[in-house]
């Protein structure tokens, strides 16, 4: 059964949407991670969990090809990054909803694999609903359901900031992925972003609350934050089957939700 949005013919869509599968919309971004790997790291590893998960369950979801580009302003010190505006990259998402929406999708999940796009899949999400009448929602792929619990189960970096970007968490799941372009001999750990009584960041133990987004030259020198030293293809696929199953936990729930219709109230 084909779930790639992009291999389907328009008679399959309008079979797909009508069948009430549910529209997966990957987005990450380009951006620099470290010296060991790719820019493209969170574009490959969100389009990996997403295809894992459509793989498992092509009857019930549809594949949409990624939004690749984000918002990565604050990394444009280093070299590679292609930041989209936050504007652009809102109406991005919501034109891409609106056409799904066109065609029949009633149910659709933005996965996200780029910590900065959060407030802006949550915003795309929003708009979708009220404007288009869909169901329409957004996870970060590494808070889906089981996959922080994999994740300290398998933890070896620091507590607080140890799995962060490029770290650990990210390595691992690029060593399962395509470990010919991991360059494990530059991975390096660094822990400089100087956490604070209320201030810290760690991809799978959360963000303090005061929640602030430096210059990512201000808060490392390699473009690592977190210890990629710690990173095995082993832990990487635990982690991937995880977001898979969990992505796969979230259609079923937003498959099984009764939608209802718009009452005016006035
Ligand atoms: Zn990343």
Redesign the pocket.
């Known amino acids: 059964m084909k779930y790639r949005y992009g291999e389907m013919t328009w008679p399959e869509i309008a079979e797909a949407s009508q069948a009430g599968r549910v529209a997966i919309v990957p987005i990450a971004t380009i951006?620099d991670?470290g010296p060991h790997l790719p820019v493209d790291?969170?574009l490959r590893?969100c389009e990996a969990v997403c295809e894992a998960a459509a793989a498992v369950a092509p009857d019930r979801m549809v594949l949409v090809p990624a939004i690749n580009h984000g918002f990565s302003p604050h990394h444009m010190d280093f070299p590679g990054p292609i930041t989209i505006g936050a504007k652009t990259l809102i109406d991005y998402g919501v034109d891409v909803c609106t056409s799904l929406a066109h065609h029949g999708f009633r149910r659709i999940l933005i996965v996200n694999?780029?910590?900065s796009n959060t407030p802006f899949v949550d915003i795309i999400a929003r708009l979708a609903v009220v404007q288009t009448g869909v169901l329409a929602a957004a996870v970060n792929y590494w808070n889906a359901p089981g996959v922080r619990e994999a994740a300290e189960r398998l933890r070896e970096s620091d507590a607080i900031g140890g799995m962060n970007?490029?770290c650990e968490f990210?390595t691992s799941i690029y060593l399962a992925l395509r470990p010919d372009l991991v360059d494990m001999a530059k991975a390096r750990r660094e822990l400089s972003h100087r956490p604070t009584e209320n201030y810290w960041t760690d991809l799978v133990g959360g963000d303090g609350p005061l929640a602030m987004m430096e210059p990512w030259s201000v808060l490392s020198e390699s473009g690592v934050m977190g210890d990629p030293t710690k990173a095995t293809a082993e832990k990487g696929r635990a982690l991937l089957a995880a977001a898979a199953s969990g992505i796969v936990a979230l259609v079923d729930e937003l498959r099984s939700r009764e939608m209802r219709s718009r009452v005016d109230r006035h």
Request: glycine content about 18%; charged content about 25%; cysteine-free.
């Open positions: 951006e991670h790291t969170d590893l694999g780029h910590g970007h490029a990210e």
